[in-house]
């Protein structure tokens, strides 16, 4: 037995019972499944418009601003986007924390679609027109296809920020909404409990076969094309 011997699973029956960390579980994945849709969508759209413009002050100052969220302190954005929302009077809660967190996720999207669309040949769109193809079937048909891993890498780069923030959730978290890591937070003036490190367990190795599927997959479909 060994070093079975302090082995236990109670922490995991404990985790599942206590009704404030599947609370803030819950708020953690919801908020960040819909921040990372909603910001991969605006980010992916935007991003096919800044490629789209001429170069000029305007294209440049559009990356400028794209920039600032990703180059201030999360601190910074955090407060900045508190004041907006006492500004607007709007009430703190679940709506302004996926609205926080769509906010600074948009940048991280736009930087990961860029590059894919760089890299398309010229005038590619303009030569699907030519064979008949509206606008919005060449996008949809043509564009999108192509740039598809830069999307998928934003969304994901996205969900895990949203997963992972604490300092922006922090200011733009109200009475009875919070993620997982302003729970912790709070739970570490008294002492992080056993809870805590099950939930990390589980966490950890969730993402690990997530991980290992998409390698898997990735592998399976480079076989096939080949």
């Known amino acids: 037995m060994g070093k079975w011997e302090g082995f236990t699973l109670k922490w995991y029956e404990s985790l599942f019972q206590d009704e ?74 679940f709506k302004t924390i996926l609205l926080s967190h769509i906010v600074f996720n948009i940048p991280y999207v736009i930087l990961s679609v860029l590059p894919k669309l760089k890299q398309l040949p010229a005038n590619i769109e303009e030569a699907a027109m030519d064979l008949g193809a509206t606008p919005m079937y060449a996008l949809q048909k043509v564009i999108i296809p192509q740039i598809k891993p830069g999307i998928i890498s934003g969304m994901l780069i996205a969900f895990t920020m949203s997963i992972d923030d604490f300092v922006i959730s922090f200011f733009a978290a109200g009475n009875g909404v919070s993620n997982l890591s302003i729970e912790i937070y709070s739970m570490t003036r008294r002492g992080i409990s056993p809870e805590i490190n099950a939930l990390s367990t589980i966490m950890f190795v969730v993402v690990l076969a997530l991980l290992i599927l998409a390698n898997v997959n990735g592998d399976k479909k480079t076989v096939i094309n080949n």
């Open 20 to 93: 404030r960390i599947m609370t803030a579980l819950f708020y953690t994945i919801v908020i960040a499944v819909i921040a990372s849709l909603v910001a991969t969508i605006i980010g992916t759209i935007t991003a096919i418009g800044i490629h789209n413009m001429r170069k000029g002050k305007l294209k440049s100052t559009l990356l400028s601003v794209n920039n600032l969220p990703i180059l201030n302190p999360d601190v910074v954005t955090g407060v900045s986007l508190m004041t907006l929302f006492v500004f607007i009077n709007m009430e703190f809660g």
